[in-house]
């Protein structure tokens, strides 16, 4: 069985594209909202996070996402402690979950593949590209905030130029290819490669 990532920035459609794959008959593991489970459910990475963060990362019992992500955006050593503390325990845990799949192979959606090195641990990883004026225009109106809070968080992660090039494969979310044909191209390639047990 293949382990394969699927990434992007924020605001790029990856996980659209991961449930188009999902309608293939392809098991996905959302690392992001497993990540948001743990650090809704794991005790020690709770203190952790509150002796971080302070006591208003937690709001009656739940993680209080808008205070953590205010605070990261604008504090690139808290971004990388934060990760630091959730990133190996999101990494195990979608280790087990791959091992109990019993498809050829199984897809990882995650936003920080390269930044957590969770690409040590896949055999290939598909990039969702889109551009940053569409990006910015979806981040806008899913969170509800405005262009400037919109253009840092895309500035916060990593260049998507520098991520698309570490992908094995790349799906063009701007509209100008059919997305479910470029999705069947690359589960097909896949499909074949795990066949054959290719392997780069």
Not at 9 to 21: D, E, L, N, Q
Not at 85 to 109: G, N
Request: glycine share 6%; aromatic share 6%; with cysteine.
């Amino acid at each position: 069985m293949l382990k394969v990532g699927i990434t992007g920035g924020i605001g790029s459609g990856k996980t659209m594209v991961a449930s188009i794959f999902e309608q293939l008959g392809i098991p996905v593991y959302y690392a992001d909202v497993e990540a948001k489970r743990i650090m809704n459910s794991d005790a020690k990475i709770i203190d952790t996070i509150k002796d971080l963060f302070g006591h208003e990362s937690y709001r009656e019992g739940s993680l209080n996402k808008k205070w953590i992500a205010d605070a990261i955006f604008s504090n690139p050593s808290k971004r990388l402690a934060l990760n630091e503390i959730v990133h190996p325990a999101t990494i195990a845990a979608s280790e087990k979950w791959m091992s109990l799949q019993t498809t050829q192979y199984v897809l990882k959606e995650a936003a920080l593949v390269f930044e957590s090195g969770a690409e040590k641990h896949l055999d290939y990883v598909i990039g969702v590209s889109c551009s940053e004026t569409e990006r910015i225009a979806r981040i806008i109106k899913r969170d509800n905030i405005d262009e400037v809070t919109a253009i840092a968080r895309i500035k916060g992660q990593m260049n998507d130029e520098e991520k698309m090039r570490r992908c094995d494969f790349i799906i063009d979310n701007n509209e100008r290819e059919f997305l479910t044909t470029q999705v069947i191209e690359i589960h097909e390639a896949l499909l074949k490669r795990a066949e054959a047990k290719i392997i780069i």
